[in-house]
T-cell receptor, first 111, second 111 residues
Framework: NAGVTQTPKFRILKIGQSMTLQCTQD?????MYWYRQDPGMGLKLIYY???????DKGEVPNGYNVSRSTTEDFPLRLELAAPSQTSVYFC??????????FGPGTRLLVL | RKEVEQDPGPFNVPEGATVAFNCTYSNSASQSFFWYRQDCRKEPKLLMSVYSSGNEDGRFTAQLNRASQYISLLIRDSKLSDSATYLC????????????FGAGTRLTVKP
C-alpha cells in the first residue's frame, strides 16, 4: 500500500533557485496538506486543499504556491528559495474522519 | 496562551514506568484533538483521537479537560519502543482543516 508518497527525499538548492515538491496519495482522500517542520519544532501548515481545484493558505504560506488539478496530486512550488526555507516538508492527506496520513517527508537545504 | 503548547521534556523514564504529558490549547471552539507519535527523522503517525472527555487504547489513555483547555496523554507500563516524540494536535478554523501542532514532547524509555 503506497499511501502518501513524496519526491524527492532530499534536495539541496541554491538561493534563488526554484523547485517543486511532489506529493501523491492513492487513498482517494479529498483533503491534502503541506507542512514544514523546523528542527525541534512542531509542524506548521503551509497550504491545504479540500478537493481538486480548491486550495487555501495555512499558517505560513509566504514563499510557496500550490495547485490541485487532480484528487491524487498536490505539488508544492518554491519560486525563489531562501535559507529560511531550509526545513523538512511533509505532505498529508485525510478523508472525512480528520485522521491525517503523512508522507515520508522531503528534506530541503537552501544554501 | 499559545495556540498549542506542550512540555518539551525530555522525559527519561525506566521501562515499566507510567508517564503523562500535558498539552494546553487556546481555541475554546475546538471539538476534536489528536495525539501523534513521531519517531526520529520519520513522519508523524496518529496515536489517538479524542472527541469527548477521553479515550483509551491499551496502555495509552488520553483525557480532555475542556474547562481548563488541556489534553493529557498517559502511558502505562512504558516499553522501549515507546521512545519517540509525541505531538499534540488541535484543529483551528471554521472547518477544522487548519491543524495546529505542538512542538512535541520527547520521551526516552530506558532499560
Amino acid at each position: 500500500n503506497a499511501g502518501v508518497t513524496q519526491t524527492p527525499k532530499f534536495r539541496i538548492l541554491k538561493i534563488g533557485q526554484s523547485m517543486t515538491l511532489q506529493c501523491t496519495q492513492d487513498m482517494n482522500h479529498n483533503y491534502m496538506y503541506w507542512y514544514r517542520q523546523d528542527p525541534g519544532m512542531g509542524l506548521k501548515l503551509i497550504y491545504y486543499s479540500v478537493g481538486a481545484g480548491i486550495t487555501d493558505k495555512g499558517e505560513v504560506p509566504n514563499g510557496y504556491n500550490v495547485s490541485r488539478s487532480t484528487t491524487e496530486d498536490f505539488p508544492l512550488r518554491l519560486e525563489l528559495a531562501a535559507p529560511s526555507q531550509t526545513s523538512v516538508y511533509f505532505c498529508a492527506s485525510s478523508g472525512v474522519a480528520e485522521t491525517q496520513y503523512f508522507g515520508p517527508g522531503t528534506r530541503l537545504l537552501v544554501l | 496562551r499559545k495556540e498549542v503548547e506542550q512540555d518539551p521534556g525530555p522525559f527519561n523514564v525506566p521501562e515499566g514506568a507510567t508517564v503523562a504529558f500535558n498539552c494546553t490549547y487556546s481555541n475554546s471552539a475546538s471539538q476534536s484533538f489528536f495525539w501523534y507519535r513521531q519517531d526520529c527523522r520519520k513522519e508523524p503517525k496518529l496515536l489517538m483521537s479524542v472527541y469527548s472527555s477521553g479515550n483509551e487504547d491499551g496502555r495509552f489513555t488520553a483525557q480532555l479537560n475542556r474547562a481548563s483547555q488541556y489534553i493529557s496523554l498517559l502511558i502505562r507500563d512504558s516499553k522501549l519502543s515507546d521512545s519517540a516524540t509525541y505531538l499534540c494536535v488541535v484543529p483551528y478554523g471554521y472547518n477544522n482543516n487548519d491543524m495546529r501542532f505542538g512542538a512535541g514532547t520527547r520521551l526516552t524509555v530506558k532499560p
